[in-house]
Each structure stands twice: as structure tokens, then as C-alpha cells.
């Protein structure tokens, strides 16, 4: 004993002076960012001090659709803004929406952002970023227009399919990675839409009417975390109205939230053609105008106006000088001054490629699998029918600003020949012919897309019973999840529901997988259909990724990360009649319980719930615990529990972790989620996972005080994979 106590002083000692080198570097560190960040608005200050207010006007319009004038004779370059949420949009004519005919710049296509949320995976999201933000600077871009991170409130909704999720905790740490990843590349994102843009029905003239307790806890947290968390340097403002006032010109988002609660400095600018005003505009914050359809650039709002505005004494030179550091300063973080050392980035590598695939393949939902008819033993059977336009339809080229010219897409029946052509027998058949047609502005083209053609059914019939296995690939395409107009219903268009169900009559063994970015209603099929699988817009890769997972080479891993109903009346919008308004004017009745915090609160059983999604092997969740019993306001809590891979195959678990309040002064959801993590487990393994809560996160917003409330009381932490699966319960209480 006596031998070992000189031991335990020197390993005190030893691991004092380590952790107080620790200390010094990480002090040191900020001492000289604190410097860096010092000298850089110095050098801000020294521009804007040479500059004529012509020149600082400049600076804060477009002079084309998707740059900013730079400044010659002071060294400031011109700022290039590009597209791309999920992709590097191609290149555009500089005073015009048409494209420039480059043959240099087709991109990486990912899965857009709803495919991306439904892998529940932070990691992908931050590799998506960095392959986006290489490729943005190999094409010389300094802003990427993404994430768009707003709440999905109605199943309706045309940008679902960019938006993520209908929960803010999900979208906030899918966000953070993202942003964190594609600015260490040295581009600006734009995060996307400020705020309350969750329907496209009268986009740009909507008013939103929301409770401050429901913008505080659901649509605002997201982008809290973007600028807060992630750094974003940019925001785009919506286009709508929010309480009154137009999204670029309300005092209290862009000055009160933005710039005050947040510690927003960067460049808040307008999303195409959002500008309504001059001098209130530039009062209330905003910074940048982009997009408007006026020929002259001169007289765009923040520009000759503007500077009539000044020269008037109704905007303070000050207040320009501030939008000019704001613009100067993403500038300077994104190193625009410096390019010699800035990031010279790539294009199109395997390793993008390989990125593209991960994130489709880790993707796809496993919604149902009867007699697990998945995976497709492809050895084994001697021929397969691959039915429906979504095999052969490729679908990054959509979707207005989300569309992208990929390297290469590879469809479901190309990869399915590919793969296993040679030693299995393919029959094709159409099943199915997209009737809708598109026009940017208007859902009149989903019209007509409810016929039934008999001819093709037959065919798809026929093609069934002569093989082993069918394989129907339906859902929507971009005619339907788009930007510019919501869809007119939850339907299967086309006449598909008819088509699955007459074709499973004729070969039981028949998978039907759904192509979609938004809700579509299966009540019609999951009870005739054994196998469902949910494969989003898959990108560039869609096709290999979707043919791995039938064919059991990947096991599917993804989680619904919206609630997907029986029938449209269930969600809440649309059991209250709030969408999409009236008298253009929209009221979030629903309040707090969006989505999941609907249905379970209310008691509603969806077809399949949020965070819901199967796998080829089994999970088992045990030892579920927490450090302590009881904790103070101001404490972290610790969780843990231990998850095992019951079956054959190696495969990935989403653990989420939900949080209830049973007595509270106010209505509180049933349950929020508050922690998750996707743990990959080899068969028969163990691990440990690890998951934390601040306890302050399980405030609610009390709109007396305007401030955020721990009520004292017991609280209940959920354990589970989905919503609705939670198999494990611990009670703590908080002081």
C-alpha cells in the first residue's frame, strides 16, 4: 500500500500538468482566433471606409441571377451563388433561367433532404457536405443555396421532399453536420427558408399565423441550431408573410431572433424575387436582394432606391455599412481574399460517387416485409418482373431548384440487369405511364392522373405470373414533390394502387417500392401486398442502392422521419382545415402537436409511425439507465442502455430516445424526441450506447414569462425505434 501511494501522486501530478497543457493550448487557440477575428473586422472597417456608398450599394444587389458585383479597384471579388441542396445545380445564363450548356458541370447527385433525414445518420449528412462543398469551389461557387431545413406540416407539402423532417431535433442535428462539414470547404451556406415556409399554395403572398409557443418550440429550433450550432453564415428569407409582415422585412425575425437571440453576422438575403421595400427592408435587416425579375438592375429595391434612401436621411449610412461588413465578412470566413490557400475542391471522384451511394443505400425504409419475402435470394429464382416508370424514370433533373445535371443516374432496372442479368431472367413491364404533366406555378397538371389504363395492367399481369418474383416500382416523381405547388392529394397517381393489387393477385411474392419524397396513402395496399419498401429519390446511385438492398447485399437501415397517415384528414392541419389557408392568411391551429406529437397525443394510429422502419435482422434494447434519479435545472443527464443484434446479418439500429412530461401546467406533447443515435452491430454483438439530455432542453416555452420553463416534477424517458415502439421506460425527477 505504501508503494502504491508515491504511484497515484505522480499520476495526479502527471495528469494536473497534462490537463493544464490541455487548457493552455485550447486558451491559446481562442486567444489567436479572438485575434484573427480582431484583425479581420479591421480590415472590414478599412473597406467600407474607402468605398463610395455606389460601391457599398453594390455590394448588397445582384447584378445577374446568381452573382454579386465585386469591387475592383479594392481587391473585392465578385460573389458566386449557386443551387444545391443535395447537388451543384448546373450552370445558368447569367441574365437568364437558361442553362449555359457547359459540358464541365455535371455534379454528384444526392438523395434529396428528406432521404437524407430518414437515415437518422449526422455522419452522412457531414459527408454529403463536404462532397457539396468541394464540388461547389471546383465550379468556382462561393455560396451554396442549402440546407433547407423547415418543418413538414402537411403531407401536401411540394418541398417535403427538401425539407427533411416534420421534428425539429432531427432536422437540427442533420442540419448542424451538414453545415459544420460543407463550410470547412470554403462556401457560405444558405439556410433555407426564413421562416415558416411550409407550404408552396400562395408561397409569396401567404400570411402565417403561429403562437410564439409553437414557433419557439417547432418551426424556429432548426435554424437556431444552423446558426448557432452549425455557423451557417448565411439565411434566406421566405417569401411569405409571418404575422404581417413579409419574411424579408420583419423586425422581429431578422433584428429581434436573428441578429439579437442568435448572434447572427452574416448575410441575411432574400430568396428570388422576395424583396417588398427599401427602406423597411434595409431597416429590419435585411442585407442582400437577389433575383428579382426587374431588367434593370439599377432599380432594384437595394439598389439606386437605396442609395436615394440615404441621400434622403430615411436609412442611416450606418445601416449600410453594416449589411457591407456583413457581405465582406462571409467573404473573409470563406477566404474569397485569400486564394492561394483557399480550397481548390473536386469533382465527381469515386469517393463522391461512394458517398452518394451510402447515403441512398442507408436511406431506404423497410416498411413492411410478410413471410419476409425480402431479401430476394437472386440465386435462387430464374426470373424476376420488374414493373412500373419508376424503374426506368431518373429523377435528379426535377424539381426547379433542386434540380441537378448528374454525372450519371442509374435506374432500378439498370442496376437490376447489371447485377443479375446475366444468371436471372428479367421481364419488364410498363405497368404504369406518368399521365401528369408540369407547369412551374400550378398543381393543374396532378389532374389528370387518376386513370386506370387496363391495357398495362394486363401486360404487367401477364409478365407477373410468368416469373418467380415481381417487383413493382410506383410512388410519385417530380410532376408532384417540387417546388413552386403542393400536390392536390395523398393518392398513388396513375392508376397504381390498381395495378399493385390486381398484379399481387397473380404472383403473391410480389415487393412494391415506393419513390417518393413525401407522404402517398397505402391503406389501398399494405394489407395485399407482403413486402413494402420506401426508397425516396435516390440520387445518382438510386438504382445500385435500391438493388443491394433487395438483393440482401445491404441491409436496410432507414426511419421514417415524418409520420406517414392512413388518410390525409388524420393529419393535423388538415383535421383542423388549416391548409393551405384562407383569404390567404394560413392559422397553425395545431399549435405544438405537428406530426408525430399529433398522433400520438391525440391517440391516432398512422399507417406507419415516425421513426418507424424495419430491418433484416433483430434488435434488443436492455439495461436502460440513467446516473442519477434526481437532477437540478442546470444538469446534463446521462442515459445509457445496451443494444444487441439478435439475428444472422450485420445491420444498423436507430436508437431513439423520447421525453415525456405526465403533469405539466400546460398541454405537452405525448412525447419529443430528444436524443437518437443509428448504432451498426455485427451479429450476435453487443454495445453500449451512450446518450444525453440537458434537462433544460426539457423546457417548455411559457408565453407569460416570454422565456423557456423547467416545471419541477417528474419527467418520463422512452426508450425505443420509433414513436410508437418504446420498450423501455425510465422515471426521473427534477429538483
Known amino acids: 500500500m505504501n508503494i502504491l501511494i508515491p504511484k497515484l501522486k505522480t499520476i495526479k501530478i502527471i495528469c494536473s500538468c497534462m490537463l493544464f497543457f490541455i487548457l493552455l493550448i485550447a486558451g491559446l487557440a481562442q486567444a489567436q482566433q479572438s485575434l484573427n477575428n480582431s484583425k479581420q473586422e479591421e480590415k472590414i472597417r478599412s ?126 442535428r442533420m442540419a448542424v453536420a451538414y453545415i459544420k462539414a460543407l463550410q470547412s470547404k470554403d462556401v457560405a451556406v444558405s439556410v433555407k427558408h426564413w421562416v415558416a415556409n411550409n407550404q408552396e399554395t400562395h408561397r409569396d403572398s401567404v400570411d402565417v399565423q403561429v403562437s410564439e409557443r409553437a414557433f419557439r418550440e417547432i418551426y424556429l429550433p432548426g435554424f437556431k441550431a444552423a446558426v448557432t450550432e452549425g455557423g451557417a453564415y448565411t439565411v434566406m428569407a421566405a417569401y411569405n408573410k409571418f404575422r404581417g409582415d413579409w419574411c424579408s422585412e420583419n423586425e422581429y425575425l431578422n433584428r429581434q431572433i436573428l441578429r439579437k437571440e442568435f448572434g447572427f453576422k452574416g448575410v441575411l438575403m432574400t430568396d428570388w424575387a422576395a424583396a417588398h421595400t427599401t427602406v423597411k427592408a434595409a431597416l429590419s435587416g435585411l442585407d442582400l436582394e437577389m433575383g428579382t425579375d426587374i ?88 426470373s424476376v418482373a420488374i414493373i412500373g416508370d419508376n424503374a426506368t424514370r431518373k429523377h435528379c433533373g426535377a424539381g426547379l431548384s433542386s434540380e441537378i445535371k448528374a454525372l450519371y443516374e442509374i435506374t432500378p432496372l439498370e442496376a437490376i440487369k447489371q447485377k443479375f442479368g446475366a444468371s436471372v431472367k428479367i421481364n419488364f413491364a410498363q405497368g404504369y405511364e406518368k399521365q401528369s404533366t408540369f407547369k412551374e406555378g400550378s398543381n393543374r397538371g396532378q389532374g389528370n392522373s387518376d386513370h386506370v389504363d387496363w391495357k398495362l395492367i394486363q401486360e404487367a399481369v401477364k409478365v407477373a405470373r410468368e416469373s418467380d418474383v415481381v417487383i413493382i416500382f410506383g410512388g410519385l416523381n417530380h410532376d408532384f414533390d417540387t417546388e413552386s405547388f403542393d400536390k392536390q392529394n395523398m393518392d398513388l397517381p396513375y392508376g397504381q394502387e390498381v395495378l399493385m393489387q390486381e398484379v399481387t393477385k397473380a404472383n403473391p411474392n410480389t415487393v412494391v417500392v415506393i419513390v417518393a419524397g413525401s407522404p402517398v396513402k397505402l391503406a389501398g395496399i399494405v394489407n395485399r401486398v407482403p413486402a413494402i419498401l420506401w426508397s425516396w429519390y435516390g440520387g445518382m446511385e438510386a438504382g445500385n442502392a435500391v438493388a443491394d438492398i433487395l438483393s440482401g447485399k445491404v441491409n436496410p437501415s432507414g426511419k421514417l422521419p415524418f409520420t406517414l397517415p392512413v388518410a390525409l384528414d388524420q393529419s393535423p392541419a388538415h383535421a383542423l382545415g388549416n391548409f393551405p389557408g384562407k383569404d390567404l392568411t394560413v392559422n397553425y391551429e395545431e399549435d405544438i402537436l405537428v406530426g408525430y406529437r399529433w398522433f400520438d397525443t391525440k391517440k391516432i394510429q398512422p399507417q406507419f409511425p415516425f421513426g418507424y422502419g424495419l430491418s433484416y435482422t433483430g434488435f434488443v434494447l436492455n439495461d436502460f439507465s440513467t446516473d442519477k434519479k434526481i437532477y437540478e435545472k442546470n444538469d446534463v443527464i446521462h442515459a445509457k442502455l445496451a443494444i444487441k443484434n439478435t439475428g444472422s446479418r450485420y445491420g444498423a439500429e436507430v436508437v431513439q430516445l423520447y421525453v415525456s412530461d405526465p403533469v405539466s401546467s400546460v398541454l405537452r406533447p405525448e412525447k419529443e424526441l430528444k436524443a437518437f443515435e443509428k448504432v451498426f452491430l455485427q451479429p450476435g454483438e453487443t454495445k453500449t450506447v451512450k446518450l444525453d439530455v440537458k434537462v433544460s432542453d426539457l423546457a417548455f416555452y411559457d408565453e407569460e414569462t416570454k422565456s423557456w420553463k423547467v416545471e419541477a416534477g417528474e419527467f418520463v424517458l422512452q426508450l425505443g425505434n420509433s414513436s410508437r415502439n418504446i420498450s423501455k421506460t425510465v422515471k426521473i425527477s427534477v429538483k
Not at 93 to 122: I, K, M, V
Not at 338 to 356: C, I, L, S, V
Open 47 to 172: 473597406l467600407i471606409s474607402r468605398m463610395t456608398l455606389q460601391e457599398k450599394v453594390s455590394l448588397l444587389h445582384a447584378n445577374s441571377k446568381f452573382y454579386v458585383s465585386g469591387i475592383k479597384r479594392l481587391g473585392i471579388p465578385e460573389l458566386a451563388l449557386s443551387d444545391g441542396p443535395h447537388g451543384v445545380r448546373a450552370e445558368i445564363n447569367r441574365h437568364d433561367w437558361g442553362y449555359s450548356g457547359w459540358t464541365t458541370d455535371s455534379a454528384t447527385c444526392f438523395p434529396p433532404g428528406t432521404a437524407l433525414a430518414a437515415t437518422w445518420n449526422p455522419e452522412l449528412a457531414s459527408k454529403q457536405g463536404l462532397v457539396l462543398g468541394e464540388e461547389a469551389r471546383f465550379r468556382k461557387k462561393d455560396v451554396l443555396l442549402g440546407p433547407g431545413i423547415n418543418i413538414i406540416r402537411s403531407p401536401l407539402g411540394g418541398r417535403n421532399f427538401e425539407y427533411m423532417s416534420e421534428d425539429p431535433f432531427l432536422i437540427s
Open 295 to 382: 431588367k434593370d438592375y439599377n432599380e432594384w429595391y437595394f439598389a439606386n432606391p437605396l442609395i436615394k434612401a440615404v441621400e434622403e436621411g430615411k436609412v442611416p449610412v450606418s445601416v449600410v455599412d453594416e449589411k457591407v461588413a456583413n457581405v465582406l465578412r462571409v467573404m473573409f470566413k470563406t477566404r474569397m481574399f485569400d486564394e492561394a490557400n483557399r480550397e481548390k475542391g473536386k469533382m465527381n471522384t469515386p469517393k463522391h460517387q461512394k458517398a452518394a451511394y451510402n447515403s441512398a443505400a442507408e436511406a431506404a425504409v423497410l416498411l413492411q416485409n410478410k413471410g419476409n419475402i425480402l431479401p430476394v435470394n437472386f440465386n435462387k429464382i430464374k
